[in-house]
């Protein structure tokens, strides 16, 4: 089971009857940023890290293995030539070169949230959704591949994931999982599993033949080939599962399957989402609906861009040795950091504000401010940025059950304290948080295999501790109102900013 982030990737073996989490190994993830607005992977470096940490798994270990899931971040977007070979780096889903693409997405008279409403509705009605004017979508990165890569573009055999990509290394099959197919906003998905839309690949001068098949979660891709199976350490008949992306892992991880359930995930980026059996959708404030991998459902996301990565980028720049000790020391300063707010827009930002020129913002330094009260203010930006979408998520979902948190940054007892006062929900923490992902990936790894059902896993998934609204509810709703405003404040601020970008 592999989950790979854009942070770290994660290798573990996984007791299909018990979801025990039996060994794991991790390394460092590495990404390339080779200009502004750029984020790439080595798909190379990335297939020799896999290997590593699963040879280093199976070596140490004598446990038979069943299968291989990879689950992965989605809006990756790699090209394969007919042999296979890489035409591109793995273009990530941080990556925003082609914010505004395609133009007619975001052209013509009349717009309503800056969309041009023809296009709007022909995307809504197909795919239940619509893409982000930040660039970060499938279907706008094929399109500026198209445009600025036109002889990669042409010899492309398979346009791919970055599950799909790991999967064809494993198998030599091409396959688009549903979920991540459905995110490329170029399928079908008013049946499940989904179909490319030939009229939306005719629509923006794309090509569906470089398409491979969409699949779902918990199907049979194939078994390894001879070359993976020497190079994973693994038998040349273990079966590969076609996988997800990690939302739809996470989501299973959390424990909350049944429909209209909330979950939050706080890792590198971060997301409220629940299961619904249709779509639904919340333009205004960019929620949409995925394929989920659990059958028959769908998954209603609002996403944000950063999270821990924002609590991680400022512990470093600030000197603590990690997020850990950073975590520590901010716990008795007060909320609200004597007066400092904090905006993690260090990406832009999808949900509620769909904003590529959105950056990060820290107001109300003095001459006595001291780092820890920086991060104390960047944790609880990034707590605050999660409760302004999950006010709108909330609002969809219709749910009062207590609400799931996991992720990394869900190991910190103030972080689930900070959610529940923002909220106003009672918040359940699940035994080790961060390995969401890989329980999900053998969660759904199991169901293919018919070990067990979903629900029957989810039951499986003990909450570890337990936050309700406390004392600070009424501090952090104020709060929460100067943050809004002070994102409206300074919204036209980004853009006028973003001509400064190009020259770092």
Known sequence: MFDIGTTRIKAGLVDLESLKIIDIRQAVSQVIYPAPGLAEQDPEWLWRTVTGLAQDLVSSSDDRVDAVVFVAYMA?????????????????????????????????????????????????????????????????????????????????????????????????????????AHLTWLADTRQIPPKWSRKLFTRYGLDPDKMPAIMQAHEIAGSLTKQASKELGLPENTRVLVGMGDVAAVALGSGAVEERRL?????????????????????????????????????????????????????????????????????????????????????????????????????????????????????????????????????????????????????????????????GYTVEIPSAPELAGLKGGAMIAGFGLGYSTLEQYASKIKIARQYKPGKYRETYQKLLASYTRMYNNVKKTFRELSQFKQQR
């Open 76 to 180: 990756g977007l790699i090209l394969l030539d007919e042999k296979g070979e890489p035409l591109t780096n793995l273009i990530t889903w941080l990556d925003e070169r082609a914010a505004g693409l395609p133009k007619s997405v975001w052209s013509g008279l009349l717009r309503v949230s800056g969309y041009n409403v023809f296009r709007l509705l022909e995307f809504l009605r197909i795919t239940g959704g619509a893409p982000s004017s930040t660039g970060k979508d499938v279907i706008s990165k094929l399109v500026w591949i198209r445009e600025n890569l036109p002889r990669e573009y042409e010899r492309a055999k398979h346009v791919l994931g970055a599950v799909g990509y790991l999967v064809y290394k494993a198998t030599s099959t091409p396959v688009y999982p549903a979920d991540d």
């Open 263 to 423: 979950h939050v995930y706080l890792g590198t980026s971060g997301w409220t989402a629940f299961h619904k059996r249709k779509r639904v959708l919340d333009i205004s404030h960019y929620i949409g609906s995925l394929v989920s991998a659990r059958p028959g459902y769908y998954l209603a996301i609002g996403e944000q861009e950063v999270a821990g990565g924002a609590v991680e980028w400022a512990s470093n720049l600030l000197g603590f040795d990690n997020v850990g000790e950073a975590l520590t020391a901010i716990i008795e300063v007060p909320p609200g950091a004597y007066g400092l707010l904090f905006g993690p827009w260090l990406f832009g930002e999808r949900c509620p504000v769909d904003d590529p020129y959105a950056r990060g913002v820290l107001i109300g330094l003095d001459l006595n401010t001291d780092r820890r009260e920086i991060v104390r203010s960047v944790v609880e930006g990034v707590v605050l940025n999660t409760a302004w979408g999950f006010k709108y998520a909330s609002k969809l979902s219709g749910s009062e059950e207590p609400v799931r948190l996991v992720g990394g940054l869900a190991r910190s007892e103030l972080v689930g304290q900070l959610l529940a006062d923002m909220t």
